[in-house]
């Protein structure tokens, strides 16, 4: 499986971005595919993730009720749309997947993934 992720740029705070994550092989034995971002001199972070099969999304706190993530399992793709975005959003944002189930609480965690896409940068200015 490999990821590859698109969308990122320069918006004003407030401003809206997509995210795409394309993946090619067999991306369909993914359970879980997930967004995390990592700002500069800061550690990876969990932002949302969704389920292949089903769409059962699942946000960090940060991101709840600004962020929506889906999938559009025909064209391979999970998308991370952004609203209202902030400065504290600039970020490179890196898709990933996981193949085995695991509990929810799990899928925040960045070492449960074991593949990755290179990361878009999405930058917020004030």
């Known amino acids: 499986v490999q990821l590859q992720a698109s969308g990122g740029g320069l918006v004003q705070a407030g401003g809206s971005l997509r995210l795409s994550c394309l993946g090619s092989?067999?991306?369909?034995?993914?359970?879980?595919l997930a967004w995390f971002r990592q700002a500069s001199g800061k550690e990876r972070e969990f932002v949302a993730s969704?389920?292949?099969?089903?769409?059962?999304?699942y946000y960090a706190d940060s991101v709840k009720g600004r962020f929506t993530i889906s999938r559009d399992n025909a064209k391979n793709t999970v998308y991370l749309q952004m609203i209202d975005l902030k400065p504290e959003d600039t970020a490179i944002y890196f898709c990933?997947?996981?193949?085995?189930?695991?509990?929810?609480?799990?899928?925040?965690?960045?070492?449960?993934?074991?593949?990755w896409g290179q990361g878009t940068l999405v930058t917020v200015s004030s």
């Open positions: 990933a997947a996981r193949q085995n189930r695991v509990a929810q609480s799990a899928r925040a965690n960045h070492r449960v993934y074991g593949w």
């Open positions: 092989g067999r991306l369909f034995n993914m359970n879980y």
């Open positions: 969704t389920t292949w099969s089903s769409n059962s999304p």
